[in-house]
């Protein structure tokens, strides 16, 4: 499944929409903060993307099983 | 007749239960004991938020009058041990280390796993500290028992800190990024997170649904492995006899090592100490291959994904409804639930695909090179400074709660059961730890190559945190008032 992996940057919209749906339940919170958040964030979906999921099971019911589980 | 508190802290889970049925100490003189080591411990560590010493003793009275009138609940009977502070016991409040909290009511009923182990007869001393709803690494204020500047790690680190110090011989922890694992290589002790869903997790305070799983820290691996058996069998663990490890040795032993990803970014001292472990287990005989895994990062990316999104999701409640509550969440965890509402359905739902793949993966890495276990390192580093919690002597600036989840997270992914136990000593007598994971429903086979590992790396036969041996005083325990 592995794939060399390309890395992302958040865009400032994308961390204008994670500080807005922030502050609506913490005023508080900073835009500092959020943007490191949204980068944790940014880079683990740019190491998934790195992944070929054509092969993957679309079920998302996991079992921790290694045993062959019919498909649905 | 009765031990020294020092030496009869100092003995495993079974080596008391031996003495118990011989009549050489009771449960009594071990909880009184314990009750000591908490008292003379605490001030430094930190590892309890509530100690009921009324209650342990009774309890201890209880199993000493079982056991005296021929009923055996088999192996943890009358063995004091703790419980981190997102599980419910009855009559005490969950606060799971979060202010937000503090006017919790008692539970009134136990935990699935609490229950077992009461009903295995073991003494519930009280509760251990915890990293805030079990989101982290750190478990302030509990520090390490090896320096005490240093932190514990988390989020079960007050169970960690207190198994180390002999405050308790047991423990339960919850893992759903590493929070059994990694306290448990910080503090030089042994923690077992099994496979997802093996165990319940009714009465545990949730941190991600689809990840958490619950488990027992305890010193060795046999005593891990006592705990594991009464938790799997709601408390019945069969006898102590029942439970002997079979006689199997090294050279039946084959290792996968899977050195790109879990060998990265490590402190050197680490590199050499769990390669100088593994060259150990070589030279005694066990067969070690190389079993590269391509997908680690990913498996680690796609665990880390569905945390954040779920932990989110368990709080939004609060936030949306109590915000006054909310407001008292510490700071970490507030921006973790308040920024976590912008992560896409569409992202959770591909990391949530993603992990069948990435079970599928490693399953296939057993197969293939045909290994019994894959060994890697628990943590990057040993325990940092809790002045400073970033890790920068890796080759990679990263902040603790990253670097530490690094090389447990991808397990969390596959859902296999995996043991963590102490390998050696650094320069600063700081513990490393390495991971053994193994095959889900093959748990026995795993306990007993971990077992075999332990003997071979021999770290439990000559290393004890220096706190351990201050308060080594080598006298009788004294009464608890």
Redesign the interface.
Known sequence: ??ME?KLFEASPEEVQ???I??????P??EEA??RG??R??V???A??D??N?R??????V??????VEPSQ | MMSSGGALLSSSIREIGVGYRARSWSPVDVTRAVLSRIEITEPSLHAWVRVDSERALASAAKAEREIEAGTDRGPLHGIPVGIKDIFDVAGWPTRCGSASLDDAPPAVANSQSVQALIDGGATILGKTTTQEFAAGTISPPARNPWHPQRIPGGSSGGSAAAVAVGACFGAMGSDTGGSIRIPAAACGVTGFKP????LGVDGVFPLSW?LDTIGPIARTVDDTRLMWSALRNRGSAGPLEDLDGAAVDLRHLRIGVSRAYFFDALQPEVRSSVCGAIDKLSALGATVVDAPW??A??A???A??IN?VETAAVH?PV??EE?DR?ARYG?DL??????????SAT?Y???????????D?I?RLFAEHQIDILLVPSLPTTAISADRLVVTDTGVDESVG?AWTRLTMPFNA???PVIALPCSLDRDHLPIGIQLAG???QERALFEAAALVEGALAFHTTNEPPVRSVTSNGGHPKADS
């Open positions: 499944m592995a992996p929409s994670f500080l749906r922030a502050r609506q339940v913490d508080r919170c903060a959020v958040y949204v944790e964030i880079d683990a979906e190491v998934l790195a992944v999921l092969l993957a099971p679309l079920s998302v996991f079992s921790a099983s290694w045993e | 496979a997802f869903g093996q689809s391509p997908d990062a990913a680690r990316a796609c880390f994904l954040r939004e936030a949306v915000p909310f700071a507030r921006l973790r639930v308040a920024a976590g509402r912008g992560i992202l739902l591909k990391a949530m695909r993603a992990r069948a793949g990435f079970k993966s399953a990253v596959t859902g296999q095959i889900p429903g």
